[in-house]
């Protein structure tokens, strides 16, 4: 057993996850959305914790917090997460990795000073829920931040996102100069609840992040003729639904097909004149593909335009296509894949590699430059942004042994490469 296994606490973990859930979730589940007063008062608890060690804490341009551990060396290892949720959300989503994250930062000051800085960071606005733009903090540090769109969105209750972040002392217009934080980090370690099935139907407790998912989201219009639906014989109707019902269908073979953890997701259609007695003659449907890999994305892509064509010509109507996002596939750092990899397996016995269809955090970091891993935690039913999401307890204190192992291997990595 490493030094790190005799010292790190995870009951202490688990405890203090509870507190957290307790303090900031009610019957319907966590409610820590970002720039409320809940959020708040979720981070005021964890300065709290972080006031017994030897730490710097402070709070960035975009509003992200951090903890700083010194050490011997100005190379910085980072341990990120994000203690904000959904509305009704999981009490493990984020918060975990902050928690398990104080736990290793509390054995490495009780071992005297670390070989290289240690940091803490709270990413602010992971989720987007309150305005629908996901990873605030995160992309503002990594250089993927657009003041001038993330100054247009609106929450339901007609404030701006401008309004609220100042409410909390930020300002759009400098949010950008949270990118200097990263300016000595060496490495950046994120773990995360799985949020999906995989490691539950394996088996197993703990995995490696492969990477993130790339995504093609696009909106498709089909235009058909509206119709009387008594009167109009079927052989004679241009139904512009029938082409979205097609596609709906035939992405699960484009996945199949395409394989590697391939997913495609058509997730609305909006039909006009939305009556049942017409024929519909506009359908505007979403559809959301991804993939690990850049080519095979592509080529997900091409399959669903090229279906597209030809159930428009089999149904008399036309389709247009017009992209909504895209995001490149962000493959994490092999060697610190391969850290990860050993570290779970000093750990449980065994470790497997997946990737992650939702975004993180971490994948903003990767952008930047900087080495990253993350690692993953089973979720039991692949339940998570709901009350019910849960993880075992004993699966918890693996992974936070597993990320206390992984920061000394990485912490071993950064001094190999000073």
């Known amino acids: 057993m490493g030094t790190g296994e005799l010292t790190v606490n995870p009951a202490r973990t688990l405890a203090e996850l509870k ?97 290289v800085t240690v940091r803490l960071v709270d990413w602010a606005d992971e989720e987007g829920a309150r305005f629908g733009r996901s990873v605030f903090g995160s992309s503002a540090a990594s250089g993927y931040f657009n003041p001038e769109v993330q100054a247009t969105l609106v929450d339901r209750d007609g404030i701006t996102l401008p309004e609220a ?22 490495a950046y370690l994120e773990l995360h609840i799985e949020q999906g099935p995989v490691l539950e139907r394996m088996g197993l407790p703990l995995g490696v992040v492969l990477g993130t998912f790339g995504v093609e989201r696009n909106r498709i219009i089909w235009r058909g003729q509206a119709a009387h639906a008594g009167s109009t014989p079927m052989d ?36 006009s004149p939305g009556i049942v007695t017409s024929v519909v003659e506009t359908a505007e449907q979403l559809l959301d593909q991804r993939h ?85 935690v089973q979720s039991l039913r692949g339940i998570s942004h709901n009350k019910i999401e849960d993880t075992l307890e004993e699966h918890i204190a693996l992974s936070v042994r597993a990320l206390d192992r992984l920061a000394d291997k990485t912490i071993a990595w950064i001094e190999g490469h000073i």
């Open 19 to 115: 507190e957290l859930r307790a303090l900031t979730g009610d019957e319907n589940g966590a409610q820590r959305v970002a720039w409320t007063e809940t959020w708040a008062r979720a981070r005021a608890w964890m300065r709290a914790k972080l006031a017994d060690l030897p730490a710097e804490v402070f709070t960035d341009e975009a509003g992200n917090q951090w903890a700083t551990l010194r050490g011997k060396s100005e190379r910085e290892l980072l341990i990120g997460g994000h203690i904000d949720s959904v509305p009704n959300g999981g009490w493990l989503d984020g918060c975990l990795n902050l928690v398990a994250g104080l736990e290793v930062l509390r054995r490495l000051a009780a071992q005297g000073t670390p070989p």
């Open 236 to 271: 004679r109707r241009k139904d512009a639904l029938a082409g979205a019902a097609k596609l709906a269908l035939y992405i699960r073979e484009i996945a199949r097909e395409v394989g590697d953890g391939a997913v495609c997701t058509s997730g609305g259609v909006v039909c």
């Open 292 to 376: 690990l890999d850049g080519e095979k994305l592509a080529r997900m892509l091409a399959m669903a335009q090229e279906a597209s064509r030809r159930f428009a010509e089999e149904e008399q109507i036309s389709v247009e296509w017009h992209p909504l996002w895209r995001i490149a596939p962000i493959p994490f750092h092999p060697e610190l894949m391969d850290l990860c990899d050993k570290a779970i397996r000093e750990t449980c016995g065994t470790s497997h590699r997946l990737p992650s269809g939702p975004l993180h955090d971490a994948a903003e970091v990767c952008r930047a430059g900087v080495p990253t891993v993350m690692l993953f």
């Open 165 to 186: 972040v100042g409410a909390f002392g930020i300002d759009l217009r400098t949010a950008h100069l949270a990118s200097r934080q990263l300016a000595k980090a060496a």
